[in-house]
């Protein structure tokens, strides 16, 4: 089992950043490649960004390349995605996720463990 608690959602103005975490617990952390969601009302989850379980190899949606950076710190046991130059359309809950896999999904179908979910409120 793992538990997944995510951190760092909040109001924002359209162009300013957060950063949101994803703390760890349960099982080893290294082992599962890890995913940001999202989910706006009245939509479907939608794939933000994944990353592989050593770091190297990330995924993003195409909304957000160039705007966001998923990283990772396994010491930590910790998943970030750095979000800049949002925009109202980003407003959504985010989720991370995790997935017992050395390949990257960007379906939430794949993901094993879920958290809670932080909001993240894009005001123009």
């Known amino acids: 089992q793992v538990r997944l608690v995510e951190s760092g959602g909040g109001l924002v103005q359209a162009g300013e950043s957060l950063r949101l975490s994803c703390a760890a617990s349960?099982?080893?952390?290294?082992?599962?490649?890890m995913g940001w969601f999202r989910q706006a009302p009245g939509s479907e989850r939608e794939f933000v960004a994944a990353?592989?379980?050593?770091?190297?190899?990330?995924y993003y949606q195409d909304s957000v390349k160039g705007r966001f950076t998923i990283s990772r710190d396994n010491a930590k046991n910790t998943v970030y995605l750095q979000m800049n130059s949002l925009k109202p359309e980003d407003t959504a809950v985010y989720r991370c996720a995790a997935d017992y896999s050395i390949v990257v999904y960007k379906t939430p179908e794949k993901y094993d463990y879920w958290g809670q979910g932080t909001q993240v409120t894009v005001s123009s």
């Open positions: 349960g099982r080893t952390f290294s082992d599962y490649a």
């Open positions: 990353i592989s379980w050593s770091g190297e190899s990330t």
